[in-house]
């Protein structure tokens, strides 16, 4: 498995020029989960290798219009495209009923089955989880209930061992077995333990978390301590940080100083307030705290 | 007075590359009408001159998203960069709910007036009059209730003779109480009649009907007589009429046979099914019946 971050959108509450509003996509292998959806997401996405049916499950952090207005848009056209396979919306209770009633009064019944699970935002809750991946929201503080998410990778399965192999030629079937932690029977009855037939897989799971929109708050630590990658907003400047906690909003130095103490690996950064013309003084502000800083742009491609 | 018609928008359903769904505005000297306004219409205003600040009146014409999936998004823009203007929107009265419950969701209180006009698809009405313009809904055919617009320019004021100006040299109170159809009276208390005093404008009132989206009626006739420029949907060809006819919707033939029954000055066609790359062959099919047809593009602007 392999996971990677598509940023269609990074800027703050007005779309600027290019720059929409926040929108990201996190693939994994053939299948996207969206994560917010701003006004012209839609319309980003074939330019950026997104193939908009290949999205699975939907992450909507809140209800503030530059993270969500792109996406009654978005379900429309996939409609209108003609999708038949569900697809997942995790987001407030109360997008449900916007979803809902721009549907009834266009009179559209849609192609796809769409479900819709309720975030608490005020509660850290596994929200998803499969074979490969499991999805957890972490609470944010702003002005309005917002939750961020943290995306896992599941460990591996254990790699069975190349003597036990050589010699005993399991089936498929067997190498599934042996995978989920059964013991080795032979045919001739006898018994091999699992431990001495395999041996832990050597790859390292790897982890996103996304923090967009909150002030700066330790209380998103535990939750996001040692991820591969951490996106945080650094809405405002530090010499604005005033007006960054009036709003509810985090600092470059802000963003740089949670990834320093979570022990993240990478930290991206974005929800630039359109004063910004250019990306670099936000991206030295973080540099000079927490060094591997990267500064979100349209197009960005990120192997996690 | 002048009118301009600003092509933001004219694709249909759905957007693709950088054709967006419809979305006009109608300059009428320092104010724009926005009529439609789909997803994106707010980011391409700026390149298209047109000062969103400057928007005093919004018509949607139905519920269908590529109508009206961008003015939620105008809206918070509008509010973030502080307007105090009011704006009145015009629109299906269940806009008025999709308005509010997402304003609601964000815990935003406009920074501005909004005031909203519902407007009965099915009835003819004069929805707005000053001294200089009047518009009124038209009727429409779809699958959902539906209204056009036609502005009117009003007729100019009649002009003060010369020779009377030279002779009584009136204030600029007289000037304003004559165009207004009063007789003059001089200071020894001699009466003059207004029609010995004026002659009529010569000016001839503009007029710039919409229709999107409507299946091929002649019920629209009456309302769009004579206009100075009619838009009309002409979302597929003749050789798709059936399909046409199906989904509400008309073609490039029908958008001309109309024009000219009703005598229109020029026929501006538009809401094109994606599945014409090319615009030349339904501005060909339109041209045969009624030579003065433009295909709308995104960018173009008209003088009415």
Not at 168 to 195: H, M, T
Request: net charge neutral.
């Amino acid at each position: 498995m392999s996971l990677k971050l598509h940023v269609l959108g990074c800027g703050s509450a007005t779309p600027v020029g290019q720059r929409i509003s926040s929108a990201f996509a996190l693939r994994k292998e053939n299948e996207f989960f969206l994560i917010d959806c701003s006004e012209g997401a839609q319309m980003h996405m074939k330019a950026n290798g997104i193939r908009m049916q290949k999205i699975s499950r939907v992450f909507i952090s809140h209800l503030h219009g530059d993270h969500y207005f792109g996406l009654i848009g978005l379900l429309s056209s996939l409609h209108l495209f003609g999708r038949t396979e569900p697809i997942h919306i995790y987001g407030p209770n109360l997008l449900k009923k916007i979803i809902d009633i721009q549907m009834k009064a266009g009179n559209t019944h849609l192609s796809f089955p769409l479900h819709f699970h309720k975030i608490k935002a005020n509660k850290h809750s596994l929200i998803y989880h499969d074979d490969e991946i499991s999805i957890e929201t972490i609470p944010l503080v702003h002005s309005i209930p917002t939750s961020g998410f943290v995306f896992k990778e599941k460990p591996h399965k254990p790699n069975l061992n190349k003597d036990f192999i050589e010699k005993y030629d399991p089936s498929v079937e067997w190498i599934l077995r042996i995978k989920a932690g059964e013991d080795f029977v032979d045919e001739d009855g006898n018994c091999l333990s699992n431990q001495e037939i395999t041996s832990p897989s050597t790859y390292k799971p790897k982890s996103f978390a996304y923090c967009s929109d909150t002030v700066y708050t330790e209380s998103v630590i535990p939750y996001i301590k040692n991820v591969d990658l951490l996106y945080h907003e650094a809405t405002f400047m530090e010499n604005m940080k005033n007006i960054a906690h009036d709003k509810l909003h985090a600092t470059a130095s802000e963003a740089a100083t949670i990834a320093k103490a979570a022990n993240v690996k990478r930290l991206l950064i974005g929800h630039y307030s359109a004063r910004y013309a250019s990306l670099e003084p936000l991206l030295n502000e973080a540099r000079a705290i927490f060094p591997h800083t990267i500064a979100a742009e349209e197009g960005m491609v990120l192997d996690i």
